[in-house]
């Protein structure tokens, strides 16, 4: 299958910083990226969807303006969380889907990054 | 909305077959992936169904019932390092084909 990382795998940072993750797809073209966030002993929560050029869509309950997605080429997303607290302690992780019409529109998964805010 | 209802929790002994059940209630079904997780890893991909019946794959099994929004994944001869998340997920084809995970289910293998 196509491959995915993330960078970095994991961050600590103290409150109030910001802290900027990348998810590339690094053999085909994703036009499609999707941010999860998965805490402790829970499953994967849809965060955001993002389209290539264009603005993500949030899912209810996540904030855009502390969770900034820019999704600004086919290859590459970046999740910015911002004046970052304890509460947003969590593991990210990124997925990315090509185009529909190749291999199906198969969703692809990151390893993760593990944050953790001081 | 989506609604994914799988057991939190099921313990196996080594060698043996366990079937962990899903179903889910979806406005735009297209497709179920059945995912593996060990702790602090991200999920691997181990099955896919959107049409009706059993995929096997080696000693991993997923069915699939559309008509009665059900899936199981059956796994056999049960290898400790088996024991882990497995996640079912659901494709939503009126969602811009987002995959929504359900809970998970924690498997606990006994030797």
């Known amino acids: 299958g196509a491959v995915v990382s993330q960078h970095p795998s994991w961050v600590i940072c103290k409150s109030g910083t910001s802290v900027k993750i990348e998810c590339r797809s690094l053999d085909f073209q994703a036009t499609t990226m999707f941010w999860y966030r998965q805490f402790p002993k829970q499953s994967l929560m849809l965060m955001a969807t993002s389209n290539e050029g264009s603005k993500a869509t949030y899912e209810q309950g996540v904030e855009k303006d502390k969770f900034l997605i820019n999704h600004a080429s086919l290859t590459l997303s970046t999740l910015t969380v911002t004046s970052a607290h304890p509460e947003d302690s969590s593991f990210y992780i990124c997925?990315?889907?090509?185009?529909?019409?190749?291999?199906?529109?198969?969703?692809?998964f990151g390893p993760g990054t593990r944050l953790t805010v001081l | 909305g989506q609604n994914i209802d799988q057991p939190t929790e099921m313990t196996a002994t080594e060698g043996a077959i366990v079937q962990i059940n899903c179903t889910y209630q979806t406005s735009g079904f297209n497709g179920l992936f059945w995912y593996q997780q060990h702790a602090g890893e991200a999920p691997t991909f181990l099955s896919y169904n959107v049409l009706d019946g059993l995929e096997e794959k080696g000693r991993f099994s997923s069915f699939l019932s559309r008509s009665k929004g059900y899936s199981y994944l059956l796994l056999k001869e049960l290898q400790m390092k088996d024991s882990a998340s497995y996640l079912c997920a659901v494709r939503d084809g009126k969602k811009d084909d987002k995959i929504i995970f359900g809970k998970g289910t924690r498997l606990h293998i006994l030797p």
């Open positions: 997925s990315a889907r090509g185009f529909v019409a190749s291999g199906g529109g198969e969703q692809f």
